[in-house]
């Protein structure tokens, strides 16, 4: 691995070698002067810069998602201008627009939510620098202001984790029904919206009717709003883990670290996950798999946080002036309390 040097300034962090140290501060802070210019021009001394906004470090996943495209990048011998947008957008457009007066040589980010991109993303077409969308789709009116996207593929994770249900409750008896509590991820973002749109629609077509989503709160990703919304509904009703007069049979987490606090919550209420009610996750976290393995949890859809080596394919094809697909996805699996996973190796996460 390379030595690296991570220098902040004005909330962008920089991971270039120690070599290129003076040569990227030169091309980039300095005024642009013509015999600059000259030097900024020359392919045997100009290295390729990519800037690549996250949204946050708000879970293992998130973290490893980050390290996974950080290094897949150095591997490449990429210099890479590294933003946190600390979960809000406006962090986010901001480092966009740091990254187009940089003028680095591709854009990748993580868009926090769908909508509101259209502006920033018509100035880097402009500037000429493609842009691949990581981990969360964006809506926008002009498709070509992106490259492609890359990432998992939430409509398939949400209807994995409805399978799972489907098989579980297979021998129910006519009349009954479970009745669903949803926990979904940060309103308005991809991943939350197709998860929910997956799980729904499969239950609705294979379930005969014997599943219900009876309450469905947004939990933003974060492990403290899991354990919110349960300690909540749990004080509302006297101890009891219902919705109105309803007993909620099942939780669908969205990802691993709400669920992590979810579980907190009903430790502290007394109540036991996994068999008083059934809890199915999303990620794939190896502390998630731990609780899965404890028969905590019943079911852990996997969201492939590695997308680095396949990303940079895809910088690469783009840099050379070639198209890529509209969308590629990682491969993910699903584990189950079905599942021997005692020779499951160790998830990295």
């Not at 390290?67 to 591997?75: G, T, V």
């Not at 579980?168 to 991943?191: F, H, P, Q, V, W």
Request: aromatic content about 8%.
């Amino acid at each position: 691995m390379m030595d690296l040097l991570f220098v902040k300034r004005g909330g962008i962090i920089f991971y270039m070698k120690n070599v290129m140290l003076t040569f990227f501060f030169a091309v980039m802070l300095c005024s642009c002067r013509e015999k600059q210019a000259e030097i900024v021009e020359n392919p045997l001394e100009k290295p390729t810069i990519v800037g690549f906004s996250q949204i946050g470090s708000e879970s293992s996943w998130r973290t490893c998602n980050t390290n996974s495209i950080i290094r897949a990048a150095e591997s490449e011998g990429f210099q890479v201008v590294y933003a946190d947008a600390e979960q809000k957008q406006e962090n986010q457009i901001r480092a966009l627009r740091s990254f187009i007066v940089y003028r680095v040589d591709a854009i990748l980010f993580a868009p926090i939510v769908e909508s509101g991109w259209d502006g920033v993303l018509s100035e880097a077409k402009e500037a000429g620098i493609p842009v691949i969308v990581v981990d969360r789709k964006i809506r926008t009116k002009d498709k070509s202001l992106v490259a492609g996207f890359i990432g998992e593929n939430a409509l398939e994770e949400g209807k994995k984790a409805a399978e799972f249900l489907l098989k579980k409750y297979a021998d129910m008896s006519d009349g009954e029904k479970r009745n669903i509590l949803e926990i979904t991820g940060t309103a308005d973002s991809s991943t939350a919206k197709e998860r929910s749109r997956g799980f729904r629609e499969m239950l609705s077509e294979h379930g005969n009717g014997r599943f219900s989503v009876i309450f469905c709160e947004s939990g933003d990703f974060l492990r403290s709003r899991g354990n919110e919304i349960i300690s909540q509904i749990i004080a509302y009703n006297g101890g009891e883990l219902k919705i109105g007069t309803k007993k909620i049979d099942i939780i669908f987490s969205h990802n691993d670290a709400m669920t992590l606090g979810i579980l907190d919550a009903l430790d502290k209420g007394g109540i036991a996950p996994g068999s008083d009610v059934t809890i199915v996750s999303v990620d794939g976290e190896q502390s998630a798999i731990n609780e899965l393995k404890r028969g905590r949890l019943n079911c852990v859809v996997e969201c492939n946080p590695r997308t680095g080596e396949q990303l940079m394919k895809l910088v690469k094809t783009v840099l050379s002036g070639g198209e890529i697909p509209a969308e590629s996805y990682v491969d993910e699996d699903l584990f189950t309390e079905f599942d021997n996973l005692t020779l499951l190796e160790g998830r990295g996460y």
